[in-house]
């Protein structure tokens, strides 16, 4: 079909001229014009695919021509596997293997460098972390305001056993445990020289264990400790401790760099387990500065510890807001059963 249109171009002022101008849009394709628009595209890039539905692109005198497309045809099936997921790689975990992890006693221990500064931050700790045994080593108590700070630290249904370095400042071991877990002092605790020992027998549902918090200073002209002279105590202490027939754990802060196994000092504190058929669970840095310094052992046998502790950051503030301390805390999961919350009867008119 050829359309006429009145124009002036090419034409004189004042002259009305008609001629036919020719377009591409018509239902019958100019040759010539539709021959230079397909000149223009790359057909490289396109893949060819057959009309299934010849009726929507015949329509009366219109030509048919192959559509190319990057689009496919995607049947039902091709659908249905684009969005099943894949679980072959999920494991299914009983409900009864996670109500028996949350039901184990959970034990924290930490290097706590004064619990003075930071009393609300521990206290927090082991309330966030539902923990019902928290094992502290460096609590630098032994002043005049110790009573006040050892109820800051204490929080309500929770029980503390502590001792003070005497007659020196700094050290200290404790133990704050949820008061329905019966723990007392061992009435036959050693005092040693050169690390400070708590000592407490533990009771959980008739199943009874040895719990013992260490901290051994580092060495120093100061207090003119000796590395020779720590393990022949130490020694002396696994002999007598090796013999109870009750389950044993030890935690604390033993100041060596546990990490470096050919060290002469980690050797020999190796050999010193291996003789007493004990093992060290810890395995990784427990200090901002990278080195293993806490400790949890038991015995070689020992099915108390199935697991290595995890290892946190205790994430502790002073009372101006500021991080304070500089080990990290570890989280221990007991297999023993955790024990009956405590009922209170309250009287009221």
Known sequence: MKSTQKTRRGTKVGRNFSRPIRTVVTSNRVPCAYRSFRETISYNNLIHITPQYSSILTVNSIDTHPIKTLIRHRSDEDTHKTFVR??????KIPRAAISQIIDRISLISLNARSVKNKS???????????????ALTETWLG???DKQVISEITPNEYSIHQISRKGKTGGGVAVIHKSNIEIKRSKHAQTFTHFELLECDVVVKSQHFRLCVIYRPPPSRTNKLKNTSFFEE??????????IPNELLITGDLNFHLDNVNASDTRKFNETLLDH???????????N?????????????????QTSPSIKDPCLFDQNGNLSGDHLALFTSLKFSKPPKQRHTVSYR
């Open 289 to 305: 500065k990278g080195h293993t310094l806490d400790v949890v052992i038991t015995r070689d046998n020992s099915i108390i510890v």
């Open 277 to 287: 058929r004990l093992v060290q669970h810890v395995q990784g840095p427990t200090h």
């Open 143 to 145: 002043t005049s305001i």
């Open 120 to 134: 609300t931050s521990i206290c927090d700790l082991m309330l966030s972390n539902d923990a019902d045994i928290l």
């Open 234 to 243: 130490w020694s002396e202490f696994l002999d007598r401790l090796v013999v």
């Open 86 to 91: 894949d679980t072959s790689y999920l494991r």
